[in-house]
């Protein structure tokens, strides 16, 4: 795959209209002083909208990875599964506030549009590891937790850092008024049954938070004694972070007071099956299969129903936060899908062979409004 598909990698090369010291590759916060100029407030908040659509799509991009290997696990009760579906919920509430931060400031999130899917694998950058649509294995789950400590630690939660630096600077110059220009009517406010919530952005304390809960939560509280991380969630709940919980998958241990992001979990043995699960092919696609067979009905079911998902997401955060509820009730029934596709038999296996078909998780033209909205957000 080409890496230019990946969004992690389109985060580092976004256009930057300002000079090089601005931006948030190659520059650094003693510099965002110059970002009082007036001239400079247009310029910026269109900068800062970019960033954040971009991580719209990378908060997005790692749901189907956690939700793929939950749905393959034969065991939907297990340890294993409630981590994995758990920080697939709360990526979708990261999701979730990064739109509200991208409409806090004038933006549109735009989710129903063919490039917003990326096609898998996603490649990280920096770290260089690749990250498949595929079944839960050791391989994968080490995979999850590079992406929650290593990957997004050294592109989101740094750009999720100066966009937070570069809002108060532009707030102290010009005002929260100029600034944060969005409809407040656009904001999805929702609490899970969990007790989590999302973060309703109308002023520069909150999006501050806001932008600080999101890197919490996945890569743990800074720690300054000793300096690093800690294992915390933070502010947005949980408990622990993203990456210690899979780590706990990983070593088939919990967490237990005392224990540091050094020491690994050493408390309780916690019982992991990796055997129990459904196998496929990594990364399928539609087009991997005969249109006219079963293979091929269940692969495009998915792709279909999961663009209109995307399209139920697109309303939700423009203009209709109120069906936010609703719209993640469809993913029972893309769940639903997912196991009669894993249940079909991939005809590219001889028939004793326990392969089926893996989720598809593609952008499908014929589902989509995109075309109907004239190729806008709104």
């Not at 080409?2 to 990698?9: N, Q």
């Not at 090369?13 to 970002?35: I, K, N, Q, R, Y």
């Not at 750009?159 to 656009?186: I, M, N, R, S, W």
């Not at 043995?269 to 067979?293: I, T």
């Amino acid at each position: 795959m080409s890496m230019t598909a990946s969004p992690f990698l389109a985060l580092l090369h976004t256009p930057c209209p300002l000079a090089p010291s601005l931006c948030v590759v190659g520059g650094d916060a003693s510099s965002l002083a110059e970002l009082r100029a007036p001239a400079l407030l247009t310029p910026t908040l269109g900068y800062l909208r970019q960033l954040l659509q971009t991580c719209v799509e990378i908060e997005h991009s790692t749901i189907p990875l956690y939700l793929t290997a939950a749905w393959s696990m034969d065991d939907n009760k297990s340890f294993a599964y409630n981590v994995t579906h758990g920080v697939a919920i709360e990526e979708m509430l990261h999701m979730t506030d990064a739109a509200n931060l991208l409409n806090a400031i004038g933006g549109a999130p735009d989710i129903d549009q063919p490039s917003f899917v990326p096609r898998y694998p996603i490649v990280m950058p920096i770290i260089n590891v690749s990250s498949s649509i595929a079944s839960f294995s050791r391989r994968t789950y080490g995979t999850f937790e590079k992406i929650e400590v290593e990957g997004p630690a050294k592109t989101i939660a740094t750009t999720y850092a100066y966009v937070a630096d570069v809002l108060k600077q532009l707030v102290a110059a010009h005002g929260e008024a100029a600034v944060f220009t969005g409809d407040p009517a656009l904001q999805v406010n929702v609490t899970t049954r969990g007790g989590e919530r999302t973060t309703v952005v109308t002023t520069l304390a909150a999006a501050v938070a806001a932008l600080e809960g999101i890197s919490d939560q996945g890569s743990g509280c800074p720690s300054p004694d000793p300096p690093g991380f800690n294992l915390s969630a933070g502010a947005l709940g949980g408990g622990l972070a993203h990456f210690a919980r899979f780590k706990e998958v990983l070593v088939g241990r919990e967490y237990r007071t005392g224990d540091t992001v050094d020491s690994g979990p050493t408390g309780a043995a916690v019982a992991v099956d990796w055997s129990g699960v459904r196998r496929f092919v990594d990364d399928p696609r539609v087009e991997d299969f005969d249109a006219k067979g079963a293979a091929g009905a269940a692969a495009r079911a998915f792709a279909g129903n999961y663009t209109k998902l995307l399209v139920a997401l697109h309303a939700v955060f423009n203009g209709h936060p109120d069906r936010f509820m609703a719209t993640v009730r469809q993913m029972a029934g893309l769940r639903r899908l997912a196991d009669a596709a894993m249940a079909t038999h991939d005809p590219r296996f001889p028939p004793n062979a326990t392969m089926g078909v893996g989720p598809t998780w593609q952008y499908l033209a014929e589902a989509s409004e995109w075309e109907q909205r004239g190729r806008r957000p709104r």
